[in-house]
């Protein structure tokens, strides 16, 4: 499976993500929310695992968006499951609109963007 994860320093990270995608018809089911969207799945998860924690935790080899890349050791994580370059750019476009923290992915390839510059042409997922 394609994914990536979803930074941010607010602790309710996955409720107001889960929030937001309820909201555009996407089923929630207890730690884990699910939208269809053009025959893709975009599926957000709150559980990390150890995997998830050792790529949290090693130093992104790139950063785009920003000129300063955060700290992410001590942020809030989710993990995003999609096979759709072009739906999971477009839903972290719409999350970083709808939220009032700042969205960082930390891609397949060690990549951290901002979650408004994250291009479906660029990001590996």
């Not at 930074?7 to 993500?17: A, G, I, N």
């Given at each position: 499976?394609?994914?990536?994860?979803?930074?941010?320093?607010?602790?309710?990270?996955?409720?107001?993500?889960?929030?937001?995608?309820?909201?555009?018809?996407?089923?929630?089911?207890?730690?884990?929310?699910?939208?269809?969207?053009?025959?893709?799945?975009?599926?957000?998860?709150?559980?990390?695992?150890?995997?998830?924690?050792?790529?949290?935790?090693?130093?992104?080899?790139?950063?785009?968006?920003?000129?300063?890349?955060?700290?992410?050791?001590?942020?809030?994580?989710?993990?995003?499951?999609?096979?759709?370059?072009?739906?999971?750019?477009?839903?972290?476009?719409?999350?970083?609109?709808a939220l009032t923290t700042q969205l960082w992915v930390l891609d397949g390839n060690g990549v951290l963007w901002t979650a408004s510059s994250v291009t479906a042409d660029e990001i590996i997922l």
């Amino acid at each position: 499976m394609k994914g990536a994860y979803i930074l941010s320093d607010d602790s309710t990270l996955f409720e107001s993500v889960k929030k937001t995608l309820v909201r555009a018809g996407a089923q929630a089911y207890g730690d884990m929310v699910q939208l269809q969207d053009g025959g893709y799945l975009f599926t957000v998860f709150s559980e990390l695992h150890d995997g998830d924690l050792y790529d949290l935790q090693t130093p992104p080899i790139a950063v785009r968006g920003s000129l300063v890349a955060p700290e992410t050791n001590g942020m809030t994580a989710c993990s995003v499951e999609c096979r759709s370059e072009t739906l999971f750019s477009t839903w972290m476009h719409r999350l970083s609109d709808a939220l009032t923290t700042q969205l960082w992915v930390l891609d397949g390839n060690g990549v951290l963007w901002t979650a408004s510059s994250v291009t479906a042409d660029e990001i590996i997922l």
